[in-house]
């Protein structure tokens, strides 16, 4: 199993793996396979179908934390912290606690910009692991009015250069980049020491995360551009299905096999 020493060692190395998890059974698919399990609150969307991550709240998040962390005992499991969860380093510090003492996860991830760098030192200085989320970051589409790809200009890449340095100095062991241009996520990853998780940001992070429905093809609501589908998860089930629906209306299922005559 990856440790926070063995994430950061990895370096410009083999990109590191990472996709979501939300429950034990598709956790324990996932074990010893991926370098981390993130327990994202992309769940809100793609488990709880909202339409965006800012419901998520603690509860919801340690209860599916717990089911992950039962199911996948030797995978390095990540966090989110739900929105309103970390506003001040007090808030911030309580919260996360409760994710180290209600469950069994190894860190938690926190997005934001610079400003946030005082709540992660609270956390890294009271022993609890924090990766940092910078770029695109999914709780702030109310205030920001949506989705918008980050890198675009000279001074947008600078000023995410300094929200990964300034996370990297409040002791963050490695950042998610989301939704940046590849460029940008190239010239953010040469800045910092600490590993750099892409999504939406190309080839040139240290490591690569995907929300598992997404790239296992379950959830089918709308596809993203960074997103690959490595199975077609939805038409299998559905294919399943109706040939389930057909054996049991004509009588051929169960059959002998799946009956017990003594
Ligand atoms: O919540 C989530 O799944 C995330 C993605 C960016 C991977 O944070």
Known sequence: MKTITSIKNQKGK??????TAYDALFASLFDTKV???????????????KPDTLSASMDIMLYHTQAVCAGAKDTFILVDMPFGTYTDPKMALHNASRIYTETAAHAVKIEGTIDRAPVIEALTKNSIAVMGHIGLMPQFVRSEGGYKIRGKTESDILALIDDA??????????????????????RITEAVSIPTIGIGAGKYTDGQVLVWSDMLG????????FVKRY????????EALDTYIKEVQER???????????
């Open 218 to 225: 379950f959830f089918q609501a709308f596809q993203p551009k």
């Open 165 to 186: 340095k300034a996370f990297e100095a409040a002791g963050a062991f490695s950042l998610l980049v989301e939704g940046v241009v590849e460029d940008a996520a190239r």
């Open 252 to 262: 051929s299922f169960p059959n002998i096999e799946h009956t017990y005559t003594k």
């Open 35 to 49: 370098d981390m399990l993130l327990v994202g609150d992309s769940l809100n969307m793609s488990f709880h179908a």
């Open 14 to 19: 083999t990109p590191l793996t990472v996709i």
């Open 231 to 238: 199975l077609n998860g939805a038409q299998l089930v559905q």
